[in-house]
Nanobody, 116 residues
Framework: QVQLVESGGGLVQAGASLRLSCAASGRTFSSYAMGWFRQAPGKEREFVARISRSGDTTYRTDSVKGRFTISRDNTKNTVSLQMNRLKPEDTAVYYC?????????WGQGTQVTVSS
């Protein structure tokens, strides 16, 4: 069982930066790949970024490449999403997720609002 708690969301202007963090409980954090997803109002949840168990492999969706960076610290059981040059279209609730072949553990989400 893994519990995930996101933090770091907020209201910012376009062009600003935010760093989201996700703290995981349990002693098996390094056994899971981690991902970030987001859900904008009226839209389906969409994938943002993922990172492998060791942290040596990452992948981001095209819309955030060059702006968002995912990282993890297995000694602290945390995964982060550094978001730079934010755009109004990045406004959403951001969720972190953990899993092996699929994401089975989800956090409650943190709101990110980007004003124009």
């Amino acid at each position: 069982q893994v519990q995930l708690v996101e933090s770091g969301g907020g209201l910012v202007q376009a062009g600003a930066s935010l760093r989201l963090s996700c703290a995981a409980s349990g002693r098996t954090f390094s056994s899971y790949a981690m991902g970030w997803f987001r859900q904008a109002p009226g839209k389906e949840r969409e994938f943002v970024a993922r990172i492998s168990r060791s942290g040596d492999t990452t992948y981001r969706t095209d819309s955030v490449k060059g702006r968002f960076t995912i990282s993890r610290d297995n000694t602290k059981n945390t995964v982060s999403l550094q978001m730079n040059r934010l755009k109004p279209e990045d406004t959403a609730v951001y969720y972190c997720a953990a899993g092996v072949s699929s994401y089975v553990y989800w956090g409650q989400g943190t709101q990110v609002t980007v004003s124009s």
